[in-house]
């Protein structure tokens, strides 16, 4: 598959100073296109309209958490392939393990670095598109 390029990710995360660090991280350092959800619901009802490029999907949110919202989008044809990466502080290699079971390209831990996210997001990014 050819690369194609990163520009449109949405990002569920339930607090909100961490929306305002990753969006220090994604948008300024990064310069990618952000929409922000504070739910697993916001998602699914934001998603299919935004036609994000990747999802960045806290695991643990109340209400829906990560791995639920991903499976309900997975059921929406227009989002059933978007590449989907984790942010959680729950890292121990039997979660990453599940995580990408259903079908998680990589799992990032937080607290994360701002200075090195993006970076990071365009590593799992490529690495999805190869194979």
């Known amino acids: 598959m050819p690369n194609i390029p990163l520009n449109k990710i949405l990002y569920a995360e339930d607090e909100a100073d ?13 310069g990618f296109t952000v929409k922000y959800c504070h739910s697993g ?8 309209n935004f036609k994000p490029d990747l999802l960045l999907l806290d695991v643990m949110m109340p ?3 990560g791995p639920t919202t991903l499976k309900k989008l997975r059921q929406i044809p ?3 392939s978007v590449p989907a990466i984790f942010m959680t502080a729950k890292i121990q290699s039997k979660e990453i ?11 990032i831990s937080k607290p994360f670095d701002p200075m090195t996210l993006a ?3 365009r590593e799992h990014w490529d690495n999805s598109n190869e194979q």
Do not use: C, F
């Open 78 to 80: 227009a989002l059933a």
């Open 119 to 121: 970076q990071i997001i």
């Open 18 to 30: 961490i929306r305002s660090i990753a969006a220090i991280a994604l948008e300024d350092i990064g």
């Open 97 to 107: 393990a599940e995580y990408k079971a259903i079908g998680v390209v990589n799992v």
């Open 63 to 65: 209400g829906m958490d």
């Open 41 to 48: 619901q916001e998602v699914l009802d934001q998603a299919e």
